[in-house]
């Protein structure tokens, strides 16, 4: 019974949590490089692929808070080695909690500043 209560409570909880989110036209990403200490502003539209340094970088999808489009940033993206095309990352990455859903690589970080809507 208690565990039935607590799994109802926790159904509840989620879809009171829940955000509405808009489609945005594309993000502005930062990456950067470790070892020269280099900070780039990558400017991308969906669906667009860009290249940073030995990177290339896929927009599947940027959204953000309905109403609210400095509020977060939630983005689509994939990430592959511009060399070999090993993928180094592929999911969504969040702005406000870059450390959630991070790429891992030893010279280059990359994460999402905000969604642009124009």
């Given at each position: 019974m208690i565990f039935r209560a607590a799994?109802?409570?926790a159904v509840l909880a989620s879809a009171a949590g829940?955000?509405?989110?808009?489609?945005?036209?594309?993000?502005?990403l930062r990456g950067l490089d470790k070892i020269s200490g280099q900070v780039y502003d990558i400017e991308m539209k969906s669906g667009q692929t860009a290249t940073f340094e030995r990177l290339r970088i896929t927009l599947n999808s940027c959204r953000y808070p309905v109403g609210n489009p400095a509020g977060?940033?939630?983005?689509?993206l994939e990430v592959s080695d511009a060399t070999d095309g090993t993928e180094l990352f592929?999911?969504?990455m969040?702005?406000?909690?870059?450390a959630l859903?991070?790429?891992?690589?030893?010279?280059?970080?990359?994460?999402?500043?905000?969604?642009t809507t124009s």
């Open positions: 799994a109802m409570l829940a955000q509405q989110v808009s489609e945005a036209q594309g993000v502005i977060d940033a939630f983005a689509a592929s999911g969504w969040i702005a406000s909690a870059p859903s991070a790429m891992d690589h030893a010279r280059y970080d990359l994460w999402v500043m905000r969604c």
